[in-house]
């Protein structure tokens, strides 16, 4: 069993809806959780963390962390054709500052 | 500027030699990684310092080597003994300690054994 799921896609929208990315992990005693962003051929660069239940919300993106159910979401509002990129989540167990990683999402924004 | 460099941007490699990537940081991070990626594999850690002149080895350390004998710099060799080192090496650092620590990327580099 994989340590962080993700649906690897592409999951397609259009422009000016709403994405919704979804992660699962298994370790219950994970404490800190990250999305990336990153486009084709460049590293990741962070969009959000979280850290307690309930939503966080930054500009047109909100994750949604639920502790219980093991998951946790990222959904992108007026996804515009820019936000097409593979999305990572990132998961630290309790303690040390080790991340594991889902394989990412791949968003496509179609006009 | 703050920030992460990773040199070089690509590097071709022939079978069997050993080849350095350099990593440096100027954001006083304590804690710095190094991460290889393949398509549809996600993120693997490698090598992990969370101090100067210490390391510990991630999930796939054999054929590799770290040092960390400066805070701002934590190169990694990729050994003959790597079998398959073709990939994308992502380099992060993150302030460390316990509790909530955000890791940041450099740009990368992209490593193709010839």
């Known amino acids: 069993q994989k340590e962080v799921e993700q649906n690897s896609g592409p999951l397609s929208v259009p422009e000016g809806a709403i994405a919704s990315l979804n992660c699962t992990y298994s370790?219950?005693?994970?404490?800190?959780f990250f999305w990336y962003r990153q486009y084709s051929g460049k590293s990741p660069e962070l969009i959000m963390s979280?850290?307690?239940?309930g939503d966080k919300e930054d500009g047109r993106f909100t994750a949604q962390l639920n502790k219980a159910s093991q998951y946790v979401s990222l959904l992108i509002r007026d996804s515009q054709p820019s936000d097409s990129a593979t999305y990572l989540c990132a998961v630290r167990a309790g303690g040390g500052n080790k991340l594991t990683f889902g394989t990412g999402t791949q968003l496509k924004v179609e006009l | 500027d703050g920030g992460i460099t990773q040199s070089p941007k690509y590097l071709f490699r022939k079978e069997g030699q050993n080849v350095t990537l350099s990593c440096e940081q100027n954001?006083?991070?304590?804690?710095m990684y190094w991460y290889r990626q393949d398509p549809g594999q996600g993120l693997r850690l490698i090598y992990y310092s969370q101090i100067v002149n210490d390391f510990q080895k991630g999930d796939i350390a054999e054929g590799y080597s770290v040092s960390r004998e400066k805070k701002e710099s934590f190169p990694l060799t990729v050994t003959s003994a790597q079998k398959n080192p073709t990939a994308f090496y992502l380099c992060a650092s993150s302030m460390g300690g316990a509790g909530a620590d955000t890791q940041y990327f450099g740009p990368g580099t992209r490593l193709t054994v010839l």
């Open positions: 370790d219950r005693g994970s404490q800190s």
């Open positions: 979280i850290y307690s239940n």
């Open positions: 954001l006083n991070h304590d804690a």
